[in-house]
């Protein structure tokens, strides 16, 4: 047991010091050359998870909350209350926050943080979520189901708080959207190749904003900056399966993000309480 102690201390004390490589070959993490010579044979996809049905994670700790923004806890980056989004023409209120976290043999670290906005009249459209404590929203998946179908506008900020690069992150919304998707269409790869094509090619460095937004009329907007919130957006993805599928990765049995889905089943609980 001491040998292994001292084993993990050491790891840990080496990843300041080197590099895992991506799926692109770029360095995504600084490790130490010991450190990295353990990991050449794990593939570190960013999003994926395991497939087995998701199981919630203890109650993470409460985001702490001002009247203008929240903090999310796991990695302190704060989400404003409301705000506009690129190409929706109302503003969207948060109703949860969290991280996706990939751990590296031992090491927990966090890519980045995330916050989920709607329109507020979500509260006129689903008579399934009045008077449903967040347990209950957590564990029905159709609840969900009914979140991504009703006819408002949705989107999730990603904030990175990593640097990586286009390629690796295309990479990881790839591995959850493709398996989701059964039999491809010719418009599914169509769109598959749009949204990869927006992320390819760029550099996304710490702080960098991503917008994933699902329209009312299931089209999904993607809007991406490095230098502050994003103004307009840079690709339209036009296959109600990617966008389902997408959705699904975040908010169906096996979220890529399980602190996000539980801190969005509490926002809905009470905005339906």
Same mark, same amino acid.
């Given at each position: 047991? =001491?040998? &292994? $102690?001292?084993?993990? *201390? +050491?790891?840990?004390?080496?990843?300041?010091? #080197?590099t895992i490589p991506n799926h692109?070959?770029?360095?995504?993490?600084?490790?130490?050359?010991?450190f990295s010579s353990n990991l050449?044979?794990?593939?570190?996809?960013?999003?994926?998870?395991?497939?087995?049905?998701?199981?919630?994670?203890?109650?993470?700790?409460?985001?702490?909350?001002?009247?203008?923004?929240?903090?999310?806890?796991?990695?302190?980056?704060?989400?404003?209350?409301?705000?506009?989004?690129?190409?929706?023409?109302?503003?969207?209120?948060?109703?949860?926050?969290?991280?996706?976290?990939?751990?590296?043999?031992?090491?927990?670290?966090?890519?980045?943080?995330?916050?989920?906005?709607?329109?507020?009249?979500?509260?006129?459209?689903?008579?399934?979520?009045?008077?449903?404590? =967040?347990? &209950? $929203?957590?564990?029905? *998946? +159709?609840?969900?189901?009914?979140?991504?179908? #009703?006819?408002l506008d949705k989107s999730l900020?990603?904030?990175?708080?990593?640097?990586?690069?286009?390629?690796?992150?295309?990479?990881?919304?790839?591995?959850?959207?493709?398996?989701?998707?059964?039999?491809?269409?010719?418009?599914?790869?169509?769109?598959?190749?749009?949204?990869?094509?927006?992320?390819?090619?760029?550099?996304?460095?710490?702080?960098?904003?991503?917008?994933?937004?699902?329209?009312?009329?299931?089209?999904?907007?993607?809007?991406?900056?490095?230098?502050?919130?994003?103004?307009?957006?840079?690709?339209?993805?036009?296959?109600?399966?990617?966008?389902?599928?997408?959705?699904?990765?975040?908010?169906?049995?096996?979220?890529?993000?399980?602190?996000?889905?539980?801190?969005?089943?509490?926002?809905?609980?009470?905005?339906? *309480?």
């Amino acid at each position: 047991m =001491a040998a &292994a $102690v001292s084993i993990a *201390s +050491s790891w840990a004390f080496q990843l300041s010091f #080197a590099t895992i490589p991506n799926h692109s070959g770029s360095p995504l993490l600084k490790l130490s050359p010991n450190f990295s010579s353990n990991l050449r044979r794990l593939s570190l996809p960013l999003l994926s998870c395991n497939p087995t049905k998701f199981r919630h994670p203890l109650p993470p700790k409460a985001s702490v909350e001002s009247l203008e923004y929240v903090i999310e806890p796991g990695t302190k980056v704060k989400f404003p209350k409301d705000l506009n989004v690129p190409g929706c023409t109302e503003s969207l209120v948060l109703l949860g926050t969290g991280f996706r976290e990939k751990t590296f043999a031992i090491i927990g670290v966090k890519v980045y943080a995330a916050g989920f906005y709607t329109k507020s009249s979500i509260k006129l459209t689903l008579d399934a979520l009045k008077g449903k404590p =967040a347990d &209950a $929203v957590l564990e029905d *998946s +159709s609840l969900f189901k009914s979140v991504y179908q #009703a006819p408002l506008d949705k989107s999730l900020w990603i904030i990175l708080v990593r640097h990586v690069d286009g390629q690796t992150f295309w990479n990881a919304l790839n591995d959850v959207i493709s398996p989701r998707i059964k039999k491809p269409t010719a418009v599914d790869e169509s769109a598959l190749s749009t949204f990869r094509n927006t992320f390819q090619g760029r550099d996304l460095m710490q702080g960098t904003s991503i917008f994933l937004t699902w329209t009312q009329h299931s089209n999904m907007l993607v809007s991406i900056s490095s230098d502050g919130f994003p103004t307009e957006v840079d690709a339209k993805i036009e296959s109600p399966n990617v966008s389902s599928a997408l959705f699904d990765a975040f908010f169906g049995d096996s979220p890529v993000s399980p602190t996000l889905k539980v801190s969005v089943a509490d926002g809905l609980a009470k905005n339906f *309480s």
